[in-house]
């Protein structure tokens, strides 16, 4: 059973920095395709990112220049370093890891950026 974990969220200011984490178990994540999401109060769930297994990588319009995703396949765990945040940034952030057509998502983690 494929088991996803988020953490690092938090309170940030503006401008602030925070890093999330994404530790993954029962499988290994060098196969697969790893992604950050976000979701809003109100709003639908958003693609923030995501890597493939060979390493490259998607950003959205609103977080690019300021979002970094890496990965960690020996500590099978993915990464997303967010710097110069903003109020927008405040959402929930999941993270998803796709094989094939099998996605499976963390519990999340609230980020909020605020003074």
């Known amino acids: 059973q494929v088991q996803v974990v988020e953490s690092g969220g938090g309170l940030v200011q503006p401008g602030g920095s925070l890093s999330l984490s994404c530790g993954v178990s029962?499988?290994?994540?060098?196969?697969?395709?790893m992604g950050w999401y976000r979701q809003a109060p109100g709003n639908q769930r958003e693609l923030v990112v995501v890597i493939t297994s060979g390493g490259s990588t998607y950003y959205s319009d609103s977080v690019k220049g300021r979002f970094t995703i890496s990965r960690d396949n020996a500590k099978n765990t993915v990464y997303l370093q967010m710097n110069s945040l903003k109020p927008e940034d405040t959402a929930v952030y999941y993270c998803k890891a796709r094989l094939g057509r099998s996605d499976y998502w963390g519990q999340g983690t609230q980020v909020t950026v605020s003074s």
């Open positions: 029962g499988s290994i994540i060098s196969i697969y395709t």
